[in-house]
């Protein structure tokens, strides 16, 4: 693949910007283009990856784009994601009839996106690895087929240099025999010899001796020239594209044979000063030294203060080469550090610190799959390094041999030694590249199995004959081999195999691909739902022998889209205001609540940031709660004044959450405006309230001492006339009480207990008025123990009363503790009082439980009362019984009510004459 850019083809900004977002977030390179003619001259300069297209545009429409590049031999290869803003079949069908690939549905998901862009990626990816693989292969078969007629060639050579072999030596045989005569004559002749034989002989038998074969030269000296180094620069440049990191080929010399997107930090500033050019070889040769004692790869960390990570490249056994991935951080740089080292070496410190800020920092979680690529990528340079030096061998022997052989002028048993030979060393070739087309599959199947969609591809009789891990796992498999010469009725979705039978034998009898259809099926015992995509499957001679399909689980995605349908129902019917924002501060939908409420159409709110409809005073304010809504995810009763058409303001209470993963905020809104108002109001009601209450105060204040003031001149002025009613009536009794008769000492005995009487009742009257008026200080009350107190003096005034008294314990309030005392002995008093003639007296105090609030009770079994006259018990001197039935003034309960309301409590009663009384009260169990 020449690019690993991504062409969006899109004339709206916010779909644009949303999408430029989302692709660049993941690590994506985009580019972005608005009309057909850009698009087509941006493809034909520099062909993209992939190219995401909306289907309506102004001039020549997305289909029209598409089927032009689908026409171009260039471009035809490239997929094609149409945007659509339907998802209707209709749409569907023009996308895959226009030659489209896929399709995305507006409103953009995030999740979606990404996915689907990652799997034609990867699909793309693997094509082009798998064509790459196919030529190669082709190559080497082609390669094989030369070896294999050169060989024959060879032999028929070698037959007939043996045939002329045989020839030559008789020759030469005849000839040295002649010449060994001729010396002999001559020698008989006293002649010197005439031929000098040894010389001749050895000169002749030079020519056939095979020329010396030379050894050829080492892997580690050769590696520079092995290395497809435009294959692997262009998977070095994607990689580093994608991740954002450096990377690069570096010999055990520390030569830098191959570097991609290599860091300023290091090219214009490491590797140009000799002393942290040093501290960088220091650190290369370091690290070799590591690899050469055979680990698969190593982390470390150069001096100059980044961090790199190498695995060595083995090609045939030897150690040549080291694949590095780096100069990046694995935390944020301590950048005083880089300032100090910026000095010590010359360098400018801002130059120096501006290249820092390129560095990526490197998050721990992805540092794995850093490593694991960069074991891979070394473990494939050494494969392609090994298949061309295999290669170049091959090549080289082949003529070396070719040489050999022609040279065997004598030895026709060394010639077919050598062929014999030579046929071994092809055979071990194709064993080796056996070996290598199984590691190829291997690597292929490597990719399938990283792809997150499910491949499968069966024979004409619906049969499996492979497939990847995630089909595997769907397929409740331990591994894709278990699911070969399986049907579908053998698996876990045997239930539909019958729909999936159809679509097979469809694709299997038209030719025609079936791309992109919806589908149910049950995966781990449970319904769901695929995306499938199926297609013939061919040989060699374009003959159909199967289907190959290609699917992903969109259950999650189904439910969604009903959740969502759900939700724009409820979006569109809703009293309530709602919306949907992007991060930019744009609304993409309002519901017609959101329209009538401010009396803007929806082309008018979504044409600007939804802030320039916002009082002025809160503008600022509600750009600050975006900011942290995009931090902590949500808002909670936010307040805002939104401004009207109409010119007026109405205030709008929000809550909204931010979806990460869809890059938008789901918001609902109600109209508080006249709870506003009426709040505004009720302040100023509050303030003129506050003033009467005041008012009001100071006026009860004055009154209260009025009454102080008078009830003490009442207890003043009336205790002195009733003291000498008292005195003189008393002083009658002694003075004259032998001279009066019976009936004028009874008269006066009345007047005397009247005159008593009527100092207790103002006595009572007194206390009465004490309790309502004075600071109350509070704190925390033992009523069960105030009751107890109550109880035992009450024993002591009569000692012969048997009296069966249950006090619940541990029964505590918050109050006044005199006041509440008072109470106590007030009830407990009348229920000692009323039970003075019952035989089996029983006074209670305890607490049950009322509509979930505690509520105190005193309880007798005495003389009780009648229930239609309540509505004395609690008014002063009121009395339910005569006084020769039982003494009092009818003070206590009245004085009762008014402590216990004094607490903010309540007072009650409850009986029945003859068979007892039960007053209930509510007091506070802690301070307010």
């Keep these: 693949m020449k690019a690993e850019d991504i062409l969006i083809v899109e004339d709206t900004p ?353 540092l794995s799959g850093i490593l694991g690529f960069l074991t891979g990528l070394a473990q494939l340079v050494a494969l392609l390094t090994l298949e061309r030096k295999q290669a170049l061998d091959t090549e080289a022997i082949m003529r070396q041999e070719r040489a050999a052989a022609l040279s065997l002028a004598e030895d026709a048993e060394h010639a077919r030694a050598e062929k014999a030979r030579y046929q071994e ?151 309530d205001l709602m919306c949907i924002a992007d991060p930019l501060g744009c609304f993409q939908k309002v519901n017609p609540a959101l329209l009538e409420t401010l009396g803007y159409t929806e082309s008018e709110l979504l044409a600007r940031p939804f802030v320039d409809f916002i009082h002025p005073e809160d503008q600022q304010r509600t750009r600050d709660e975006m900011n942290r809504q995009l931090q902590r995810g949500f808002s909670l009763n936010f307040e805002n004044r939104y401004i009207c058409k109409d010119g007026s303001s109405r205030w709008l209470s929000w809550r909204a959450v931010f979806i990460k993963s869809e890059g938008l905020t789901y918001a609902t809104a109600r109209d508080i405006t006249e709870r506003k108002q009426a709040a505004a109001r009720l302040l100023e009601l509050n303030a003129s309230l506050e003033k009467r209450v005041q008012e009001r105060t100071a006026e009860l204040q004055a009154t209260n001492q009025e009454l102080e003031s008078f009830a003490h001149s009442v207890s003043h002025d009336l205790r002195a006339p009733l003291r000498a009613i008292s005195g003189f009536s008393q002083a009658l009794l002694e003075d004259y009480g032998a001279q009066l008769p019976g009936e004028a000492q009874a008269y006066l005995d009345m007047l005397q207990e009247s005159s008593q009487e009527m100092g207790r009742l103002i006595d009572g009257l007194l206390r009465l008025s004490r309790v309502t008026r004075g600071e109350m200080s509070k704190e925390k009350v033992d009523l069960s123990g105030l009751a107890d107190k109550v109880m035992a003096a009450l024993q002591q005034t009569e000692p012969d009363r048997r009296v069966t008294v249950t006090i619940a314990p541990r029964l505590a309030v918050y109050g006044n503790a005199q006041l509440l005392g008072v109470a106590m002995e007030n009830l407990l008093g009348n229920a000692w009082k009323y039970t003075g003639k019952t035989r089996q007296a029983e006074i209670s105090f305890d607490s049950i439980v009322q509509e979930g609030k505690k509520v105190y009770r005193v309880r007798d079994n005495g003389a009780g009362f009648n229930m239609k006259y309540t509505d004395k018990l609690f008014a002063p001197f009121q009395r339910l019984h005569r006084v020769d039935e039982f003494p009092g003034h009818g003070i206590g309960l009245a004085t009762t009510q008014r402590i216990i309301h004094r607490h903010g409590g309540l007072l009650w009663g409850q009986a029945e004459v003859g068979k007892g009384a039960t007053f209930f009260f509510t007091l506070p169990e802690q301070e307010a």
């Design 425 to 575: 060393r092809l055979e071990e070739m194709v064993q080796e590249r056996t070996d290598q087309l199984a590691r190829s599959r291997k690597l292929l199947q490597l990719v399938l199995d990283t792809i997150p969609v499910g491949v499968f591809w069966k024979d004409r009789a619906c049969v499996y004959l492979g497939g990847n891990a995630r089909w595997a796992r769907d397929a409740g498999l331990p591994n894709p081999e278990a699911g070969i010469g399986k049907t579908d009725y053998d698996m876990a979705w045997q239930r539909v195999a019958d729909l999936f039978r159809a679509d097979d034998q469809e694709v299997i009898r038209s030719g025609q691909a079936k791309l992109d259809f919806e589908e149910p099926t049950i995966l781990a015992g449970q319904p769901g739902w695929l995306r499938t995509s199926k297609m013939p499957l061919t040989d060699e001679h374009d003959q159909i022998i199967g289907v190959l399909g290609t699917y992903e689980v969109i259950t999650k995605r189904k439910q969604t889209e009903l959740e969502r349908e759900q939700y724009y129902t409820l979006f569109k019917t809703a009293s």
């Design 14 to 366: 916010a779909r644009l910007g949303l999408l430029t977002s989302i692709l660049t977030g993941a690590g994506y390179r985009v580019r972005p283009a608005s009309d057909g003619l850009s698009v087509l001259r941006s493809v034909a300069a520099c062909p993209p990856a992939l190219i995401l297209l909306a289907g309506n545009m102004p001039g020549m429409d997305g289909f029209e784009i598409c089927r032009r590049l689908k026409a171009d031999l260039v471009s035809s290869a490239i997929p094609v994601l149409f945007l659509s803003a339907t998802d209707e079949t209709a749409e569907k069908v023009r996308i895959f009839q226009a030659g489209g690939a896929d399709y995305i549905t507006w409103p953009f998901i995030a999740e979606e996106v990404l996915a689907r862009v990652a799997t034609h990626w990867i699909l793309g990816r693997a094509r082009w690895e798998m064509g790459e693989r196919n030529t190669l292969v082709e190559q080497h078969i082609a390669l094989e087929r030369r070896v294999l007629e050169q060989a024959d060639a060879l032999g028929e050579k070698t037959r007939e240099t043996e045939r002329f072999n045989h020839l030559a030596v008789d020759r030469e045989r005849r000839i040295l025999e002649l010449k060994e005569q001729v010396n002999a004559l001559a020698q008989e002749l006293g002649r010197e010899p005439e031929f000098r034989i040894t010389s001749e002989i050895l000169g002749r038998l030079a020519v056939l001796v095979p020329p010396q074969v030379e050894p050829l030269p080492a892997v580690e000296t050769r590696f520079a020239e092995l290395l497809d180094f435009s294959r692997i620069k262009q998977l070095l440049d994607h990689f580093c594209a994608v991740v954002g990191i450096s990377s690069g080929i570096i010999d055990l010399h520390g030569t830098v044979i191959i570097a991609s997107h290599w860091q300023r930090l290091c090219a214009d500033f490491h590797r140009t000063n000799p002393q942290t050019c040093a501290r960088c070889l220091e650190s290369d040769t370091d690290l070799s030294l590591r690899l050469q004692e055979g680990e698969q790869f190593a982390l470390y960390n150069c001096k100059n203060g980044l961090t790199d990570a190498a695995s060595p490249v083995i090609v045939d056994g030897q150690h040549v080469a080291n694949v590095f991935v780096g100069q990046f951080l694995l935390q944020p740089p301590d950048r005083a550090f880089f300032a100090r080292q910026a000095l010590a070496f010359g360098f400018s410190p801002d130059d120096y610190l501006a290249a820092l800020d390129d560095v990526p920092v490197v998050p721990h979680a992805n």
